[in-house]
């Protein structure tokens, strides 16, 4: 069983801007000072989840935030990283662009056209990244070195001489 957890003692003008939160037109700061003011009441974390219909742990990580952070902890903070590390420094981005005026083919894959995924993995496998990246990775990339990416069309044609005898009306 967990240890109950309590709002520390709230001091008149964070009682106040909680009340006021009551008001709020954003859901989030409105059930975050439902919560406090519970918890201030004395109200255990379950109890408090069972009056709100929401998680025991919604309730505790809202005290944990208020405890840590203050009246900051109020409205929703932005579920953006910090920090963005490209999977692709400058030089691998070069080679990515590169690779993709090969054949994928000559990296022994059953296909003759690029997609996504199949440069993910490729150029995991040629080094150009330290972990296998998805599809939105390699477009992101492409879209930063100015490279578009369309998926391929029914009009591209093989450099196979007989291609065209060979195009069935399911191909069309």
């Known amino acids: 069983m967990r240890k109950p957890i309590f709002v520390r003692e709230l001091q008149p003008s964070e009682r106040e801007a909680i009340e006021n939160g009551l ?8 059930r ?8 201030a009441a004395g109200q255990r ?14 309730v505790r990580n809202a005290i944990s ?9 109020l ?11 490209a999977a692709f420094d400058e030089k691998a981005a ?4 590169a690779l993709l005026h090969e054949c994928p083919r000559a990296y022994g894959k059953p296909t003759s056209l690029w997609t996504l995924d199949l ?28 490279v578009g990416w369309r998926r391929a ?12 005898g060979k195009k069935t009306p399911a191909t069309d």
């Open 75 to 85: 409205p929703r903070k932005s579920c953006r990283p910090h920090t963005i590390h």
């Open 94 to 97: 070069k080679q990515l662009k």
């Open 119 to 146: 440069v993910a993995e490729v150029a995991f496998a040629e080094g150009l990244t330290e972990s296998c990246v998805t599809g939105e990775t390699i477009r992101a990339t492409l879209k930063r070195l100015g």
């Open 65 to 73: 935030d208020f405890s840590a952070n203050g009246l900051t902890a």
């Open 153 to 164: 069309k029914r009009w591209i044609t093989s450099p196979d001489p007989a291609y065209a």
């Open 32 to 39: 975050r000072c439902q919560i406090l003011l519970a918890s």
């Open 45 to 58: 974390a379950p109890d408090i989840a069972g009056n709100l219909h929401c998680s025991d742990q919604t």
């Open 23 to 30: 008001r709020s037109s954003d859901t989030f700061t409105m």
